[in-house]
């Protein structure tokens, strides 16, 4: 480890931070979703992986480069979102404060609207 990597621990491994701060995504790449208030993302390395974790709603993508990891991760938090949505009256208190986080983030796209 570097001077410029902090240690965090998962579990029993450990993983180390690459220097720089969080980025933010702020898009999905679903055409039904539109991102209104942008994730902050932290990046991990993980036995070689680049893993990616929206910090607010604990969600993870992984690849094996950085165009990868967003791409899992853009694809994982539309599938909460949809997931969510749809259990809506059956959360518990965890999921609905992820869900009250995605609410506010992530809008769906009107499809009646025209471009």
């Known amino acids: 480890m570097t001077q410029h990597e902090t240690p965090r621990t998962n579990g029993a491994e450990a993983l180390t931070v690459p220097e720089g701060p969080p980025f933010a995504l702020d898009s999905l790449r679903d055409d039904r979703l ?14 070689g992986q680049c893993v990616l974790e929206a ?10 480069n950085l165009s990868k990891a967003i791409a899992d991760l853009q694809a994982a938090i539309a599938e909460l979102y949809f997931s ?12 609905e404060n992820v869900w009250s986080i995605l609410s506010q983030k992530v809008h769906r796209v009107d499809a009646t609207r025209s471009a």
């Open 84 to 95: 969510l949505e749809e259990e809506r009256e059956r959360l518990g208190a965890d999921l």
């Open 55 to 64: 910090t607010e709603i604990n969600e993870f993508g992984f690849g094996e």
């Open 34 to 47: 539109r991102v209104t208030e942008p994730f902050s993302v932290e990046r991990l390395e993980e036995d």
